[in-house]
């Protein structure tokens, strides 16, 4: 049983997911109006969860983050680097690899969404609140560097050194 924390988040990623998969619907070009929007939503995801959602839980436990905020910080790393160049279908791949796995980490009974839950207790409904209000994040121009490949192929090795 899920409660209005775990339904929001949830419902967030797979509007996202429905984005991501719109952004290569046709395999010659991928569709920037689409992946645009999912750019931006998964950056307010990430902010939600790395401005409200980890720090409350770490609050909570006085000080001690929850186990899975190591892994779920570097998966966020990987996927905010792969926002940086212009989208393209290998690219798309690489963030929907890393969201198969994070979104379980968050999803699953047991993960993310249900420790929050639990250790909000009472609050949870100004835990949500706080969630809802967290502003959209300025979005940059994609930049394509040549030292960008190898900044992203980084994190991807460090996320992957952390995965369970």
């Given at each position: 049983m899920t409660g209005?924390?775990?339904d929001f988040l949830t419902q967030e990623h797979r509007r996202l997911d429905a984005l991501l998969g719109r952004s290569i619907?046709?395999?010659?070009?991928v569709d920037r109006e689409?992946?645009?929007?999912f750019r931006?939503?998964?950056?307010?995801?990430?902010a939600m969860e790395e401005k409200v959602l980890l720090p409350e839980?770490?609050?909570?436990?006085?000080?001690?983050?929850?186990?899975?905020?190591?892994?779920l910080r570097a998966d966020h790393a990987a996927l905010a680097s792969l926002m940086v160049p212009t989208p393209t279908h290998d690219i798309v791949e690489s963030i929907r690899g890393i969201l198969q796995t994070h979104n379980r980490l968050e999803?699953?009974?047991g993960g993310l969404y249900d420790q929050c839950e639990e250790l909000a207790g009472a609050e949870v409904g100004e835990l949500l609140a706080r969630l809802r209000a967290v502003p959209e994040v300025p979005v940059a121009a994609h930049f394509d560097g040549p030292r960008i490949p190898e900044h992203i192929a980084k994190l991807l090795r460090a996320r992957a050194t952390r995965e369970p």
């Open positions: 209005p924390l775990h619907a046709d395999p010659a070009t689409a992946y645009e929007q931006a939503g998964l950056l307010r995801h990430i839980a770490r609050r909570v436990r006085k000080g001690e983050p929850l186990p899975v905020a190591r892994q999803e699953d009974e």
